[in-house]
């Protein structure tokens, strides 16, 4: 149940050392470089770059493989699709480009502290300040956005044992009604918990 | 010091308004006070008047004289929460980011927030866990973790909503004894009949009224006495 994918791992690598701020920028101008990059070869060579980063930044391969299975069941159905509509060069240059994207990404924020990602975002919209914008807010949904990925997945398992109890496993609504109910009352009591931290004053 | 006076709370439904808690006058000094009562009597609303978290509709609560409509803010660095469910509590991804939350008030900089939450997690046993992702911690562990944060910026009063529900017999103990150990005044709301006999004074709570007041043994065996009577 821990193991999120591209959650924050210790570590004392070169990548984990470098500022959160740099890392942002680089992964900004990596995208840039994939978006722009175009063809079978170039999405190969940059997805083996992402590779290797990942492995440098000691993101553990096999455990995020398995944690995406739904995202490469996903691409799985682009490539089929782009190959049948394109052809392969195509399909190898969108699945490419999006896994080399997707692992840069992890990678940031396996060896990123989620604090210092978010002095960093802070930093980079602190100009907002003089346009009203509440960046300590900002940076505070971040965090809040990052806490809620593994309670919402805990909620949605224990919907679904919940309904497999009763029996109702084929019933959507058995699952889906109940989870949304229960993910809304999350955001509720999460609300009052930072009313009650006297976080919102 | 807390002040309820002629405190109630009434909801508005579809079918007309419902009290949930009759008007109450009541001064909160001792400094372990237990409140007991079936669910849905209304305790964990009398608890929520304490800080502000639920505002009377009739009435004034005080704290020290601060006013919980009017002084919201100052009311909630006075009096600590504490949730039932730790997971709703802890807000940030891992322990020691969120402890650095509670401390964000009083300490700027980020590096000496850290070194301060890092303290804070060392007296309470945590440190080792500063990095552990919060959804990985035992429900103990979290509650546990839930206090910290709380205590980190030290008020003068905690209000326990039922911290021991969800725990087993051990860390019902371990979070029992942290908060009888603490200097802060204690507001405990709990089904656990054991652990408000730790407590100077006991309120028991039924369909919205405080029907009894006194020391621990009288309340418990009042409110043994009524509820299976029923």
């Known amino acids: 149940m821990t193991g999120l994918p591209g959650a924050y791992r210790p570590g004392s690598t070169p990548l984990h050392r470098l500022p959160a701020g740099a890392k942002l920028a680089l992964l900004a101008g990596y995208a840039v470089l994939v978006v722009a990059l175009t063809g079978p070869v170039s999405a190969l060579v940059l997805l083996g770059a992402s590779l290797t980063l990942a492995a440098w930044g000691r993101l553990p391969l096999r455990a995020t493989a398995r944690r995406l299975r739904l995202l490469l069941v996903m691409l799985t159905v682009v490539a089929a699709y782009q190959t049948w509509q394109r052809g392969a060069d195509v399909a190898v240059h969108v699945v490419g480009d999006l896994l080399a994207l997707v692992l840069a990404a992890l990678t940031l924020t396996a060896t990123t502290r989620t604090e210092d990602l978010l002095e960093a975002i802070l930093r980079l919209l602190s100009p907002l300040r003089r346009l009203g914008v509440r960046t300590e807010r900002v940076a505070l949904a971040f965090s809040l956005m990052i806490r809620t990925v593994p309670q919402v997945l805990e909620i949605a398992d224990e919907t679904r044992a919940a309904a497999r109890a009763r029996g109702l496993e084929r019933s959507p609504r058995a699952l889906l009604v109940p989870m949304a109910l229960r993910t809304v009352a999350h955001a509720i009591e999460t609300g009052e918990a930072l009313d009650a931290r006297g976080i919102a004053d | ?230």
């Not at chain 2, 402890?99 to 945590?126: I, M």
């Open chain 2, 1 to 230: 010091m807390i002040d309820l006076d002629g405190a109630g709370v009434e909801v508005s439904g579809p079918d007309g308004t419902r009290t949930i808690l009759h008007p109450v006058t009541l001064r909160l000094a001792e400094h372990r006070i237990g409140v007991i009562g079936a669910n849905g009597s209304g305790k964990s609303t009398l608890a929520r008047l304490l800080n502000g978290l639920t505002q009377p509709t009739s009435g004034h609560v005080q704290v020290d004289g601060l006013d919980t409509r009017r002084d919201g803010p100052a009311v909630r660095r006075r009096v600590g929460f504490v949730f039932t469910n730790p997971s709703a509590q802890l807000v940030m991804p891992t322990a020691v980011e969120d402890v650095g939350l509670s401390l964000r008030r009083v300490e700027k900089d980020a590096r000496r927030r850290r070194a301060a939450a890092l303290q804070v997690l060392e007296q309470h046993g945590l440190v080792d866990k500063a990095d552990v992702s919060v959804h990985a911690l035992s429900g103990g562990q979290k509650q546990l973790l839930a206090l910290a944060g709380v205590l980190a910026t030290e008020p003068d009063v905690v209000v326990a909503d039922e911290p021991t529900t969800l725990l087993d017999l051990r860390n019902t103990r371990l979070v029992a004894d942290r908060l009888f150990g603490m200097r802060q005044q204690l507001v405990l709301v709990t089904h656990d009949l054991d652990l408000v006999q730790r407590c100077e004074r006991v309120l028991v709570v039924e369909d919205g009224r405080v029907v009894h007041d006194g020391q621990a043994a009288g309340a418990v065996a009042f409110y043994r006495d009524r509820e299976l009577s029923r």
